[in-house]
Every structure is written in structure tokens, then in C-alpha cells.
């Protein structure tokens, strides 16, 4: 074997194990390294909600009497989503409120409006979800809502899972 060929083997040799050695140290930096390394993002961690608002979902939570929360959500959408998810309709895309969204079992509340996805539910049938709309200026409460159809929270993307 002659002496240039000798040279460059050992020189693909060294970087062929340079380049393992260094994709092993960042791989032991964990998911994100491997993630950015692949190329591939990680995904953005969900937002927390405000501290007021994660108050308001835990005095509200038990306050559903004979009801039961299965899950919560809340967001900051702007219209059209905030329109649909009122059922009021878009308006103005500039348009924006803080809402917690609860899906569960709840009695018909008589200070609701009632945001009805199928059918126009009867004075005694039971809410499947309840919908508090929050003034982004204020806090204060401007709208509730609920509805007797089943809450599809992928249907709203500004919506996050609230832990209560």
C-alpha cells in the first residue's frame, strides 16, 4: 500500500470517529440537543396561564356545585376563534379575551347563555361544558356560557390544558 493512500485512510478514519465522538457528547446533552442536531425542533413548552386567571379556574371549579370538571383549558383567543367559540360570529380580528373553558358534567346554570353545537337543550338537560369569558383589560367576567354537545378542544388551537 503506498504511503498517500496510507495517509488518506487514517484521515477517514480520524473523521469518521471525530465525527461519532461528537454525536455521542450531544446526545448526552439530551432531547433537545438530539433535536437540534437532527435538525428537527423541539416542541415550544405550553404557556402557563396568568396567575389570576389560574386563580379564577380554581374558585370557579368547585363552584359547579353538583357538577363535574373532566378537564379545563384556557387561552387568549382573537376572532374569528373567539367568535366560534362564543358562537357570537367573528367580528373584529383585533378582538381578544382570556377564557377558561371547563368540560365535564354540569347542571344548567340560569345565568348562562347558552352556546348550543346540535340541538337547543331543555331546561333540565345536563351542560357538557361551561365557557367564562374574561375582559383582557379588567379581568373582569364579561361572558358566560355552556353548552350540552361535547367540548372539542382541538378545535380552538389557542387552547391550552389547565391543571387545577
Known amino acids: 500500500m503506498s504511503k498517500p493512500l496510507k495517509i488518506v485512510i487514517v484521515a477517514v478514519v480520524a473523521v469518521g470517529l471525530g465525527a461519532g465522538v461528537w454525536a455521542l457528547l450531544r446526545s448526552l446533552d439530551g432531547p433537545a440537543a438530539r433535536a437540534e442536531a437532527s435538525g428537527v425542533a423541539s416542541p415550544a ?14 374558585r370557579l371549579a368547585p363552584a359547579d356545585g353538583a357538577g363535574r370538571v373532566d378537564a379545563a383549558f384556557w387561552g387568549v383567543p382573537h376572532d374569528p376563534e373567539l367568535g366560534d367559540l362564543t358562537s357570537s360570529g367573528p367580528d373584529d380580528p383585533s378582538t381578544w379575551a382570556y377564557v377558561l373553558v371547563f368540560a365535564g358534567d354540569f347542571p344548567q346554570s340560569s345565568q348562562s347563555s347558552r352556546i348550543t353545537t346540535e340541538s337547543t337543550p331543555s331546561p333540565t338537560d345536563r351542560m357538557r361544558w ?7 383589560a379588567t379581568h373582569e367576567l364579561g361572558v358566560l356560557g355552556e353548552g350540552p354537545g361535547a367540548f372539542d378542544s382541538a378545535a380552538y388551537p389557542s387552547l391550552h390544558s389547565l391543571e387545577l
Not at 361551561?130 to 383582557?136: A, E, I, N, P, Q
Open 130 to 136: 361551561r365557557l367564562y369569558v374574561y375582559d383582557d
Open 45 to 58: 413548552p405550553a404557556p402557563s396561564a396568568p396567575a389570576w386567571l389560574l386563580d379564577e379556574a380554581r
